[in-house]
DNA sequence: ATAATTAATATTGTATACAATTTATATCAT
DNA sequence: ATGATATAAATTGTATACAATATTAATTAT
């Protein structure tokens, strides 16, 4: 896959090199547990090393990948305990960032979320789960950015990134359908500016999808590796 | 093993580089706002530009430092916004921290914790607040870590250095013994297994924390810049 | 044949070299 | 002197070269 960056020669390399390795490893063509040896990305991306190495540094603080002593990169292994973890750390900085959305939402705000929440339960009555992931995530995503809280944004957009890598995996088993409605609670406590309950529900609904999630990777795990 | 090694080279250079810069940003050896540029930071630590540049990638994740266009690297300034929007988020995580760790403290840890508290308030008698704060840090610390969640540990971990420089610059301006207080309230929360108010009166600690530390910030302003 | 030792290879970590671009300085025309 | 233009220096971004170490293959001794 040489050919991947011929046109925008705009920006950094190693920018681009880093949003590429991030993809592949998101996406599993970089698989859990597969050592990432310079010179193979270097030529993969059409590049020499430097870039690469910067661009796993970046990685590495995402823990997408992990460094063994003198052996090098490895893509960041998938379980239970990781996704467990990452997830109660999400539920509170989301469940922080609705309920400061709470104190900054604005009509215009309101009518965009509301769209979301209508447009996934259509594409999902029409069968199209990507387009559901898609207006889900825009969602939450809009939310988190009407907490104003710049460190918030970044460590959420952090965490999901990570998260999506399970996502992946498990959104072939089935979809959680209450989540529609959950939304529903959620985007009313905020537009009736009641922080505390929009905080709540938000965590509640993030340890709902925790338990779909896990549900889902057990499966997974029964089905291919076993 | 033969010892008399150099320039205890043990480890990698670019970890050394990495550790140093930090600490030179954390302890104000590098200004708010400076430039660093890369041969300056190589002739610094005796290296050359390759390690500097990685460290300097992930100092950039960690929000130390921030990287223009072109420009390149400058040392992240410190403001009101963002020691508030970083505290917000301190504020959830160790209460989530807390909260765990109410399900996993054992006899041996409410000790080391009690013991924590003690030596706080005997250095504060002493006058000793270099002392009164690295143990004020170790009992924060040891709770974050209580939590046996590793997605939380390193996000608290990152926070809690970018909170260091605020520290650092304010730790001059007067000390909040009520914080002393605090700590036992919320150790006996932990060791009596309560994890609903360990967490409540974890996040209200920090949010006080926050206060003290943004009125010494504007002192310090008034005091130096203006 | 097996174990131990040695040679070859691969890979990381670091330094240097080069290209592109920006920034600063100097030169010149008016 | 002033402004414009050209020249030099500095700085980033990328590629390559080299050194140290780990891994693999080959060779030898038993």
Redesign the interface.
């Known amino acids: 896959m040489g050919e991947a960056m011929k046109n925008d020669k705009k920006s950094n390399l190693?920018e681009q090199v880093y949003v590429s390795i991030k993809e592949a490893i998101v996406k599993g063509v970089l698989s859990p547990n597969e050592r990432l040896r310079e010179v193979r990305l270097a030529e993969m991306f059409d590049t020499s090393r430097?870039p690469v190495?910067?661009a796993l540094?970046?990685l590495?603080?995402?823990?997408l990948v992990t460094f063994e002593p003198s052996i090098g990169a490895k893509v960041t292994e998938l379980n239970d305990?990781?996704i467990t973890?990452?997830y109660?750390?999400r539920?509170?900085?989301e469940?922080?960032a609705a309920k400061?959305a709470a104190l900054h939402i604005r009509q215009e705000d309101y009518y965009q979320l509301s769209e979301y929440i209508i447009l996934s339960r259509q594409y999902f009555q029409a069968g199209n789960i990507e387009q559901v992931v898609e207006k889900n995530t825009l969602f939450h995503e809009t939310i988190v950015k009407l907490s104003r809280?710049?460190?918030?944004i970044?460590?959420v957009e952090h965490?999901r990134t990570e998260i999506l890598r399970y996502r992946i995996i498990t959104s072939s088993f089935g979809f959680r359908t209450r989540g529609f409605d959950e939304h529903d609670a959620i985007l009313e406590a905020i537009n009736g500016q009641d922080p505390d309950s929009a905080e709540e529900l938000m965590k509640k609904h993030i340890q709902e999808d925790l338990q779909n999630i896990l549900s889902g990777l057990n499966q997974y795990s029964v089905n291919f590796n076993c």
Do not use: D, F, H, W
């Open positions: 190693y430097t190495r910067e540094r970046k590495e603080k995402e823990r305990e990781t973890s990452i109660e750390c539920s509170v900085l469940g922080l400061k809280n710049p460190a918030l970044q460590m965490v």
